[in-house]
């Protein structure tokens, strides 16, 4: 933190547009999907953004801070009025090795890349960002006393799940992790991380408490029983979920090499990655990025395996086997883990269809000037045990982006993508983005 700073502070003002045009019921997958919910799922549509961002330019120092107001627009085929919201509205100050954030932002996944990944099993950057205010360690520090080799990071979050959905409203997001790296400035690392998320209180129906005080809270972040109906009091207060992932990492000068593998559980108490009746189930990743030549700086494979859930039997014949979880769903929270109807997870899952198996590929770069990425993805569905399907689909994304000084410093971008198979139908799409940012002050 000691380290000398010589950046300036910037303001920063961004302008961007885009429309969607594609053949099918709606737009591919990967138009749409981990976009921060900036993109319609509609055939057509067209996407407005304007803002002014404060970015954070001393990390190094024991103090920075950032911030952004960004106003978005959105029109839509079979919509006939516009929306408009804040996709970003926040602040963030950081003090020595504590962060604190309050208002609409994005969270940030330490593990792969987020422009090539299918999207992490909890938290995927496929929503609006959800409000929230957040303490904690952002970055992975140094522990006192051990020279860089162990560092940690974690922190804690409260949220509101703004979209009040009609089976349950004003429901609010509780949210903790915490996470160690072994290795610091050794060639190989490796870290372990481990998130707990849960909806909880609300009103059901419009009128039912279901419990919105400190007590529900406490009932909510200790994973305790309560509430105010006989489902949460025989098991716990909310919806909880929990993901673990462990990384090994592999760097040296201008490469870096992350394997990755990454839980999801429901069922029950903590029980280590691994170690449990699901272990099938899971996210294997790697993810390779290097400097030197710039035509491919980024590759990506993942493989999703959500299909064995504990088995297809929570009891039978008197006997209690606890399997069939039914992942991101839930018998009081109806809408499952969604916010404004998409997956907070990775756009291949939903409370709907959440047993799958998919194979997903990635990579990027820049070809003078001109900034690419493309991404192939295959995935069988087959619904949930109580509502089984059998389907699949093959989705694939190149995209284009390119700033032109000439015109006045212009970003132009284009892509194309597509749908095909069973599960959505045969679509293809294309989108056009003309974006603008520079610099307000400096100072």
């Known amino acids: 933190m000691a380290v000398p700073d010589t950046c300036r502070e910037l303001l920063l003002y961004s302008g961007e547009v885009s429309a969607v045009s594609s053949s099918g019921k709606r737009a591919p997958t990967w138009l749409h999907g981990n976009r921060n919910g900036?993109?319609?799922?509609?055939?057509?549509?067209?996407?407005?953004?304007?803002?002014?961002?404060?970015?954070?330019?001393?990390?190094?120092?024991?103090?920075?801070?950032?911030?952004?107001?960004?106003?978005?627009?959105?029109?839509?085929?079979?919509?006939?009025?516009?929306?408009?919201?804040?996709?970003?509205?926040?602040?963030?100050?950081?003090?020595?090795?504590?962060?604190?954030?309050?208002?609409?932002?994005?969270?940030?996944?330490?593990?792969?890349?987020?422009?090539?990944?299918?999207?992490?099993?909890?938290?995927?950057?496929?929503?609006?960002?959800?409000?929230?205010?957040?303490?904690?360690?952002?970055?992975?520090?140094?522990?006192?006393?051990?020279?860089?080799?162990?560092?940690?990071?974690?922190?804690?979050t409260h949220g509101w799940l703004a979209d009040n959905n009609p089976y349950v409203s004003k429901t609010k997001l509780h949210h903790k992790y915490v996470g160690g790296r072994l290795g610091g400035k050794l060639p190989v690392n490796i870290?372990?991380?481990?998130?707990?998320?849960?909806?909880?209180?609300?009103?059901?129906?419009?009128?039912?408490?279901l419990g919105n005080g400190w007590q529900s809270f406490a009932n909510a972040v200790f994973a305790r029983k309560g509430g105010a109906t006989r489902s949460e009091q025989l098991n716990k207060q909310g919806n909880h979920m929990i993901s673990q992932t462990v990384c090994l990492t592999a760097k040296g000068e201008g490469w870096h090499v992350d394997l990755y593998w990454q839980d999801f559980q429901e069922d029950g108490g903590l029980n280590l990655i691994g170690f449990k009746c699901n272990s099938m189930d899971g996210r294997w990743g790697l993810h390779a990025s290097q400097e030197r030549w710039p035509y491919i700086g980024g590759v990506t494979f993942e493989v999703v395996q959500m299909t064995d859930q504990s088995g297809p039997w929570h009891?039978?014949?008197?006997?209690?086997?606890?399997?069939?979880?039914?992942?991101?769903?839930?018998?009081?929270?109806?809408?499952?883990?969604?916010?404004?109807?998409?997956?907070?997870?990775?756009?291949?899952?939903?409370?709907?269809?959440?047993?799958?198996?998919?194979?997903?590929?990635?990579?990027?770069?820049?070809?003078?000037?001109?900034?690419?990425?493309?991404?192939?993805?295959?995935?069988?569905?087959?619904?949930?045990?109580?509502?089984?399907?059998?389907?699949?689909?093959?989705?694939?994304?190149?995209?284009?982006?390119?700033?032109?000084?000439?015109?006045?410093?212009?970003?132009?971008?284009?892509?194309?993508?597509?749908?095909?198979?069973?599960?959505?139908g045969d679509s293809f799409g294309a989108m056009v983005t003309v974006r603008k940012q520079g610099i307000i002050k400096s100072w």
């Open 315 to 424: 009891d039978r014949d008197g006997m209690v086997f606890g399997g069939k979880d039914s992942y991101y769903s839930n018998g009081v929270y109806r809408q499952g883990w969604t916010y404004f109807g998409r997956p907070v997870c990775s756009p291949l899952l939903s409370p709907d269809d959440s047993r799958v198996w998919a194979y997903h590929g990635g990579v990027k770069g820049d070809i003078y000037g001109f900034r690419y990425r493309a991404m192939c993805t295959y995935s069988d569905h087959y619904g949930t045990y109580s509502a089984p399907l059998k389907s699949h689909n093959t989705s694939w994304l190149v995209e284009v982006k390119k700033t032109v000084p000439q015109a006045w410093g212009l970003e132009f971008g284009l892509a194309l993508a597509g749908d095909h198979g069973n599960l959505y």
């Open 191 to 209: 870290a372990y991380e481990l998130h707990h998320a849960v909806q909880w209180g609300g009103w059901l129906d419009g009128d039912l408490d």
């Open 38 to 156: 900036a993109v319609s799922l509609s055939p057509h549509s067209g996407n407005l953004r304007l803002g002014i961002i404060k970015p954070a330019t001393r990390p190094g120092r024991w103090f920075d801070y950032d911030g952004a107001v960004i106003l978005s627009g959105q029109v839509q085929s079979g919509t006939p009025a516009g929306t408009g919201y804040f996709s970003e509205l926040y602040g963030h100050v950081r003090l020595f090795i504590v962060d604190v954030t309050v208002g609409i932002h994005p969270l940030t996944h330490p593990f792969g890349d987020e422009e090539l990944s299918a999207g992490d099993l909890l938290f995927a950057n496929n929503v609006h960002p959800i409000p929230r205010v957040s303490v904690g360690i952002d970055r992975y520090t140094s522990f006192p006393g051990l020279f860089g080799y162990f560092e940690i990071r974690g922190g804690v």
